[in-house]
């Protein structure tokens, strides 16, 4: 509901300075701004018509500007400008000509229609005063949000790591362009909270989605000026504010109700809600960026210059910018932002993008660095779902394993490594096998569990799964860079004509390698991440680098999905949520548990039913084995009981030709029974086929077999 601005009957009282932001107590707002360097601060309010109300902010507590403003509620618009110096070779940027969204807003009105006027410089002359040109009829504003919802009987799991299968999913892209969510709701959050969305992803099976970045964010110049968006949304400049552009419902201040709906109802649902968070750069870019908010607040409070020349920006993630993780007022902002969306907004973790540049104190990663020790001691962020993203682009960025306790990590290794064994690389036996487990050799040493490792094999950032075994090389001409951008993808796994054929064996081939990443991912000890549309054979036609292409390239193609990959995907999903083996609390200790006959919880044989020899697991041309995974699984549940599982047998053959396994062991009383095959498309519950009477089991070239035995 947009307030009611009457100008002759607006009451300016002091206010306090905290909580920064504009926060409607029912009655009236109270608006609070940090600026060090600022000289003079102006609250600007806007109403129906545009007209600008200026308000001089004269309190000010601890370099926070503040007034309380009665007649003011949930609609308002707002922005702020800054008065002080103008000294870019110093790091001070203050451009008063220039209307600044609040750093701690919750909400955004509007985008940004580009033009000139929205750099802080004259561009003919970059390195000169201020520009004069005003720009407040071109920028995004500031909103008074309605802070109540009513969450009463929601439901919260709160589903440990170890039992969570995280399906990544863009809200635009998901939804807009599904025929049974009528096409108001498509590519909003209100699309993700319908019925046949959510429908959808609970008889997948999955039980979080790590919604790609939801902050408010920005379109950068050049994309709009090449007709394109930046879809992805790793370009944040509100890390408070929902993006206005997935509201149904408005964006004065709807956005954070429908937000909060979606969230309700995917709990209800029993599914978790994951945020993908860009902490560690703004849209602001480099010293020729626009000036949008931070710059021109405090600059050199909130950004990481260049030492001994402060008129350029630390660059430690490819975008021009990085987040001064040194200031106070930069830690206040990003501990305050990751409470608002626990504590308002209900959501189960992040996902920390970047999240190396997190921990850079001065040039090096530091694990023992101010952000990390705040949040471990948080009473509320330390109880959340904490995944980082273990690297950035700046020297020694990369911090796979390396995070400290509480933290889990995307797993570039087992991607790597996983790709690397079904194209037949040169990738041991050994590594193979660390992955499968977990990766101990990563985690273990620092107390962590194998829920500390989010394993995936393809994410956002890259080929999808069905792209994946269909292209060699990328195919990013759409986004107008000459196929420079992007990855060269040197572990694809294309196998046959490069590209879409309509030969049907190549085609097979690939269907089948589809299933044997699916089926590796969902039977890793860790935590699996499936890329949403994997499932359905979501194809980006060879593009690798899609974040600015908002369009059918990127948005699921519901009409066309192919129902036997997404049958066989649900059936591996259910088959691994069904049984503990395959997401084990702890680690395998490679020794019999509680007494097991002669068998340890974990046994590796090779194609001939032999014990695996120490040698084998050094060499990188072996790729066939069995994996023995004991149901006796060592460990009580919460009410004391042993918790124990089905035997499960892996016959694992990664090489071209045909394979037939003799299975290591075998008791008449529990006979073996086949319950998935890559090859033939076998799902869990749907065949029962068992081994041939001299236990011998073929397994086609590049295929998994599982077999499973009861232990009821």
């Avoid at 993908?276 to 849209?283: L, M």
């Avoid at 129902?563 to 020794?591: C, S």
Wanted: net charge negative; aromatic share 10%.
């Amino acid at each position: 509901m947009q307030a009611t601005m009457q100008r002759n009957t607006l009451k300016t009282l002091p206010g306090t300075p905290y909580p920064l932001d504009a926060n409607f107590d029912g009655n009236a707002t109270n608006f609070s701004i940090f600026s060090e360097v600022a000289e003079r601060v102006e609250l600007c309010l806007f109403d129906e018509e545009g007209r600008e109300t200026r308000i001089n902010m004269t309190e000010r507590d601890g370099y926070n500007w503040h007034t309380l403003l009665t007649g003011i509620g949930p609609g308002q618009t707002y922005g702020y400008r800054v008065h002080g110096p103008w000294d870019p070779q110093r790091g001070i940027r203050c451009c008063p000509n220039k209307l600044l969204l609040d750093p701690n807003c919750k909400a955004v009105t509007g985008t940004i229609q580009w033009s000139d006027a929205m750099f802080p410089y004259r561009m003919d002359k970059p390195d000169g005063p201020c520009s004069s040109s005003d720009n407040a009829h071109l920028t995004m504003k500031a909103v008074v949000a309605n802070p109540y919802f009513n969450w009463s009987n929601e439901h919260r799991f709160h589903i440990p790591l170890e039992d969570t299968i995280i399906y990544e999913l863009h809200v635009k892209g998901f939804t807009k362009r599904h025929p049974a969510i009528p096409p108001e709701l498509r590519g909003t959050y209100a699309g993700v909270a319908h019925p046949a969305a959510i429908d959808y992803l609970k008889s997948l099976g999955i039980t979080a989605v790590e919604l790609m970045p939801v902050h408010q964010f920005v379109h950068d110049r050049q994309l709009i000026d090449k007709g394109l968006r930046n879809y992805w949304g790793y370009n944040s400049i509100c890390y408070f504010a929902p993006h206005n552009e997935y509201s149904a419902s408005g964006d004065r201040g709807q956005q954070v109700q429908e937000f909060k709906q979606m969230v309700y109802d995917l709990h209800e649902a029993g599914i978790e809600v994951i945020l993908d968070v860009v902490y560690n750069h703004t849209a602001e870019g480099n010293h020729l960026g626009p000036v949008l908010s931070f710059k021109g607040i405090d600059n050199s409070a909130y950004y990481r210059l260049v030492e001994d020349d402060p008129q350029y920006y630390m660059d430690y993630t490819g975008t021009g910018n990085s987040l001064n993780m040194r200031h106070p007022v930069v830690l206040q902002l990003i501990m305050d932002s990751l409470r608002y969306w626990v504590i308002e907004m209900h959501v189960d973790g992040f996902r920390f993008d970047l999240a190396a540049t997190l921990a850079r104190e001065l040039k090096d990663v530091d694990q023992l660095s101010a952000f990390f020790d705040i949040i471990h001691q948080d009473p509320v962020i330390s109880q959340v779902k904490l995944i980082a993203e273990p690297w950035d682009v700046g020297e020694g960025g990369y911090q796979v394993g390396r995070f400290p306790v509480l933290w889990s990590e995307w797993n570039g290794i087992y991607r790597d490594t996983m790709r690397d064994f079904w194209r037949g690389q040169d990738s041991t036996l050994g590594a193979f096998a660390g992955r499968f487990t977990g990766s101990s050799d990563l985690y273990e040493g620092t107390g962590r569990k194998p829920r500390a490792s989010v394993n995936f094999i393809t994410a956002h950032d890259g080929f999808t799964l069905h792209d994946l075994v269909t292209y060699e090389q990328k195919h990013n001409e759409a986004n107008r860079e000459d196929n420079k951008d992007g990855t060269d993808d040197n572990r694809s796994c294309n196998y046959g004509v490069e590209g879409e054929t309509d030969n049907p064996e190549t085609n097979d081939v690939r269907a089948r390698q589809v299933r044997n990443f699916l089926t590796t991912l969902l039977l890793s000890q860790g935590v699996p991440m499936i890329l949403g549309g994997d499932e359905i054979g979501r194809t980006q036609r060879g593009n690798n680098n899609a974040y600015c292409q908002d369009n059918e390239l990127t948005w699921f193609d519901w009409e066309h999905i192919d129902e036997n990959l997404k049958a066989f995907t649900t059936g591996l999903i259910h088959l691994r949520r069904d049984h503990p083996v395959f997401h084990r609390r702890g680690w395998y200790q490679g020794r019999s548990i509680r007494g097991s006959p002669a068998l340890d919880d974990i046994g590796w044989f090779r194609l001939d039913g032999s014990g695996m020899p120490a040698d084998d697991w050094k060499q990188g041309f072996i790729k066939s084995l069995q994996i023995f995974l004991n149901g006796e699984l060592g460990y009580v549940d919460k009410r004391g009981e042993p918790v124990r599982d089905d035997d499960f047998l892996v016959l694992v053959n990664a090489a071209q030709e045909d394979m037939f396994f003799q299975l290591a062991f075998s008791e008449p009383e529990r006979p073996w029974q086949i319950v998935l095959n890559t090859s033939t498309r076998i799902e869990n519950g749907k065949e029962g086929e068992q081994p041939s009477e001299d236990l011998k089991v073929k397994a086609e070239g590049r295929s998994i077999v599982v077999l499973t035995r009861s232990r009821k």
